[in-house]
Nanobody, 122 residues
Framework: QVQLVESGGGLVQPGGSLRLSCAAS????????MGWYRQAPGKQRELVAA???????NYADSVRGRFTISRDNAKNTVYLQMNSLKPEDTAVYYC????????????????WGQGTQVTVSS
């Protein structure tokens, strides 16, 4: 019913930049919070940044000042601009969204993207 499709990952040198995108599609009535998480090998998945439908943002301490989350509500898309990347930012990045479906009950569920690899290495 709903898909989150991520794009924009890849290999970048330390100090470089990448921009991730995540587009939600399907039977969507509304989207509240959207966010980006990441999981490095051997570590737990952690919140990187989140944004509400009204534009309020929250960042992990490790990325504050380097990453910027934004969203286009008309396109059901969330972005993550990542600058000054460090090797420790290497991880699989996952998009997350709280979506209310366009169904008889306006069911709200939590959805995840498939993940996109970000590798920061020289």
């Amino acid at each position: 019913q709903v898909q989150l499709v991520e794009s924009g990952g890849g290999l970048v040198q330390p100090g470089g930049s990448l921009r991730l995108s995540c587009a939600a599609s399907g039977s969507i009535f509304s989207i509240s919070a959207m966010g980006w998480y990441r999981q490095a090998p051997g570590k737990q998945r952690e919140l990187v940044a989140a944004i509400t439908s009204g534009g309020s943002t929250n960042y992990a301490d490790s990325v504050r000042g380097r990453f910027t989350i934004s969203r286009d509500n008309a396109k059901n898309t969330v972005y993550l601009q990542m600058n000054s990347l460090k090797p420790e930012d290497t991880a699989v990045y996952y998009c997350n969204a709280e979506i209310r479906l366009r169904d008889p009950y306006y069911t709200e569920n939590d959805y995840w993207g498939q993940g996109t690899q970000v590798t920061v290495s020289s």
